[in-house]
Nanobody
Framework: QVRLIESGGGSVQAGESLRLSCAVSSDSFSDLDVGWFRQAPGRDREFLATFRVTTDTAATAGDVKGRFTISRDNAKNTIYLQMNSLQPEDPATYYC????????????????????WGQGIQVTVSS
């Protein structure tokens, strides 16, 4: 079983930064792809970034590439999403998700590819 707990959300001013954390409880953390998604009111769930633990490789959505960075903590089973220069279009509920890499040659980007989900955390940006 895999359990995901997000933290680090909150309210910031436009132009400021946040770092979201996804704490992963799993017996096979190294066999996971761990991704970040967001969903704004009235919108579909949007892929942001994903990280393949075993190879330390990442993929980031083009819309946020250069502002958002996904990474892994060196000492614990935690995946971060560093969000810089937050903008008015960024507020949403942010979700951490995970799936086994078995059968996935490429890093998955569709929400339907992920089997485990956190509860989501809110990010708000004010001007």
């Amino acid at each position: 079983q895999v359990r995901l707990i997000e933290s680090g959300g909150g309210s910031v001013q436009a132009g400021e930064s946040l770092r979201l954390s996804c704490a992963v409880s799993s017996d096979s953390f190294s066999d996971l792809d761990v991704g970040w998604f967001r969903q704004a009111p009235g919108r579909d769930r949007e892929f942001l970034a994903t990280f393949r633990v075993t190879t330390d490789t990442a993929a980031t959505a083009g819309d946020v590439k250069g502002r958002f960075t996904i990474s892994r903590d060196n000492a614990k089973n935690t995946i971060y999403l560093q969000m810089n220069s937050l903008q008015p279009e960024d507020p949403a509920t942010y979700y951490c998700a995970a799936v086994s890499i078995a059968g996935n040659l490429y890093l998955p980007t569709r929400p339907s590819k992920y089997d485990y989900w956190g509860q989501g955390i809110q990010v708000t940006v004010s001007s």
